[in-house]
């Protein structure tokens, strides 16, 4: 695929942290269209989070550590930008969002235009862009707020929003709805799909497998730092070495369970019919 249609290219990765005695991510290619949403999952210290650090560029310009191989972001190699530069295009929501709160702003709003702000973004502008993130996020009520005394779902919420001012063509998320509640859960997924029919790409470490299945054409499996499988949903959760080191959808498993032929249901819907035409 030419890099000109490209949002996201590893060739060959290879990272380990500083005096880390083994590589966190190792031997990673991976090619991630403009526009694609695409979910990657897999055990603990699989190198999720790593490659999103690598994508943003915290990896090695902030971690440091021993980088091989060449990561591509919307056409500019990482070795040749800053966080600082890159963050005008890509966004990376970390799982705690108390790491990614300014400090510097006693107000939600002020903390969601403080990136713009940083950019040289124009005051009205800047205005403008806050009061659409705060709004897509459902914030919109908390303007006023200082950033210390939200909860940790509304910290979630404030932490996308600032992403969002700053219009990423990228947005890295890991584990986006890790302090939020079903509803709250739910509605970010909503704001999420939204984003991703307006063209933003969309790299989203989740462990919630069916949530995967339900919104990400495209799967990413990794294990022990290595991709394992890459594909459609459909295809990832059906092979073997995924199912014993990553899992299973719940539907997925109780259609093995039940006796029937693969390739097995990975989304509630495709389920529904499987067990309807086994029950008829």
């Known amino acids: 695929m030419a890099l000109s249609s490209t949002s996201l290219v590893f060739e060959n990765v290879s990272y380990a942290y ?11 290619s991976l090619s991630i269209a403009v526009g694609e949403w695409v979910g990657v999952t897999g055990p603990t210290n699989a190198g999720k989070s790593t490659l999103c650090l690598l994508a943003m560029g915290l990896a090695p310009h902030f971690f440091g550590g021993r980088l091989k191989g060449r990561v591509v972001v919307l056409e500019k190699d990482s070795r040749e930008l800053s966080v600082i530069q890159r963050s005008a295009e890509v966004g990376l929501l970390f799982q705690n969002p108390f790491t990614q709160i300014s400090g510097a702003r006693e107000r939600v709003d002020d903390e969601v235009g403080f990136g713009p702000e940083c950019h040289g973004v124009s005051r009205l502008e800047v205005a403008a862009r806050v009061e659409e993130a705060m709004a897509l996020v459902g914030i919109s009520q908390l303007a006023a707020r200082h950033p210390m005394d939200l909860s940790g779902g509304q910290l979630q919420r404030l932490a996308l929003a600032g992403l969002l001012a700053m219009r990423p ?4 998320l890991d584990e986006p709805t890790s302090q939020l509640d079903p509803a709250g859960t739910a509605a970010i997924f909503d704001v999420l799909a939204g984003l991703h029919a307006s063209g933003i790409t969309i790299v989203m470490v989740e ?3 069916e949530t995967l299945c339900e919104l990400c054409p495209r799967v990413v499996a990794m294990v022990a730092g290595r991709i394992i499988a890459d594909g459609p949903p459909d295809d990832v959760f059906n092979r073997e070495a995924v199912q014993l080191r990553v899992g299973s959808p719940v539907f997925t498993r109780l259609a093995r369970e039940a006796g029937l032929s693969p390739p097995w249901p990975v989304r509630l819907r495709d389920a529904t019919a499987v067990f309807g035409r086994r029950l008829a």
């Open 18 to 28: 500083e005096e880390a005695a083994r590589e966190a991510v190792s031997d990673i």
């Open 169 to 172: 063509k990228l947005l890295l």
């Open 207 to 209: 462990h919630r497998l």
